[in-house]
C-alpha cells in the first residue's frame, strides 16, 4: 500500500511541477522522418521546396534551433545533420545537437527544439524544462510498419501527454514509397503558408487531438499537425494540489 502511495505521490508531484513550470507553446508531431529528407535530397529522396518552407515557417522569426540527439535508429546521425545544415544555412540561424540531457540551460536562447525517434524515455526533469520551454518544440516519429521504430514513437507520445498535448502517433500506416501532398491534402495554416507541395513517404497516421492537422495522405489520413499547450488553469492545479493533500494525510493515517 505504501509503496503504491509512492508512486501516487511521485506521478502528481511531476504533474504539479510541470502545470506549474508550464509556457504556453506550440508542439508540432509528424509521423514521418522522411519529411526531413527532401531538404537536402538524402537518401535517394528529392530536394522539395515545400519540405524546406514548412522548417522555416515552423521556426518563424526564431533564430536558434536545438536538435536532440538521442535516437539509436541508424539514420539517424545523417538526417540530424541535414537539420542542423539546413537551419545553420539560413540567414542569422544557428541550429546545433544537443546529446546530453535536455535542461533549461540548454534550451536557452533557442527558439525550436527538435527530437525524432527518441531512444529513451524523457526524465521528469527534462519534461519540466520542455514544459517551461517557451518556444515550439517538434516531435519527428516514423512508420509502425518497422517495429523498432513502435517504442520510438511511444516514448513521443508519453512525452505529448506529459506535456499536456492531446496529440498522438497511431499504430497504422498508409501509402507505399514516396508520395507528395498537394492541393486539398495541405490544410490551410500559417504553418503551410506557400506550400504547394509536401514529400512523404509511408508515415504513421497521428491523431491530432484538440489540434490541427496540416498534412494528409490521399485518403484524408492526417500525418503532421500541431497543438498550442497552454498554461493549465487554476483549477488544474487546485485538482492535482488536493490529490498531493489527500495522499500525504492517507500516508499519515497508516504510519500511526
Known amino acids: 500500500m505504501l509503496k503504491s502511495l509512492r508512486h501516487a505521490t511521485l506521478l502528481l508531484a511531476l504533474l504539479f511541477a510541470v502545470a506549474l513550470n508550464a509556457h504556453a507553446s506550440t508542439i508540432i508531431l509528424s509521423g514521418d522522418v522522411n519529411v526531413v529528407t527532401s531538404l537536402d535530397g538524402s537518401f535517394g529522396d528529392i530536394v522539395n521546396p515545400g519540405n524546406q518552407l514548412f522548417f522555416q515557417n515552423i521556426l518563424g522569426s526564431g533564430t536558434r534551433v536545438v536538435m536532440h540527439d538521442r535516437s539509436a535508429a541508424p539514420f539517424s546521425g545523417a538526417l540530424i545533420n541535414t537539420i542542423n545544415t539546413y537551419y545553420s544555412g539560413l540567414s542569422g540561424v544557428s541550429s546545433s545537437a544537443l546529446s546530453g540531457t535536455v535542461t533549461s540551460a540548454a534550451l536557452s536562447g533557442a527558439n525550436l527544439f527538435i527530437s525524432m525517434l527518441p531512444a529513451t524515455e524523457f526524465s521528469p526533469e527534462e519534461l519540466i524544462a520542455l514544459s517551461s520551454f517557451g518556444g515550439d518544440i517538434l516531435f519527428i516519429g516514423d512508420s509502425a510498419e518497422f517495429p523498432e521504430y513502435v517504442a520510438d514513437n511511444a516514448r513521443i507520445n508519453a512525452a505529448l501527454s506529459a506535456l499536456g498535448s492531446s496529440m ?13 501532398a498537394r492541393g486539398s491534402q495541405i490544410a490551410a495554416d500559417p504553418y503551410t503558408v506557400g506550400i504547394t ?19 494528409f495522405g490521399r485518403g484524408g489520413e492526417p500525418f503532421v499537425g500541431y497543438e498550442v ?25 497508516l504510519l500511526d
Open 168 to 180: 498522438s502517433t497511431l499504430s497504422v500506416t498508409f501509402g507505399r514509397g514516396g508520395a507528395v
Open 197 to 215: 507541395s509536401f514529400r512523404f513517404s509511408v508515415p504513421s497516421e497521428i491523431s491530432v487531438g484538440r489540434g490541427k492537422a496540416l498534412f
Open 229 to 253: 499547450v497552454g498554461v493549465p488553469e487554476p483549477a488544474s492545479l487546485l485538482l492535482i494540489g488536493l490529490g498531493l493533500g489527500g495522499i500525504y494525510i492517507t500516508r499519515r493515517k
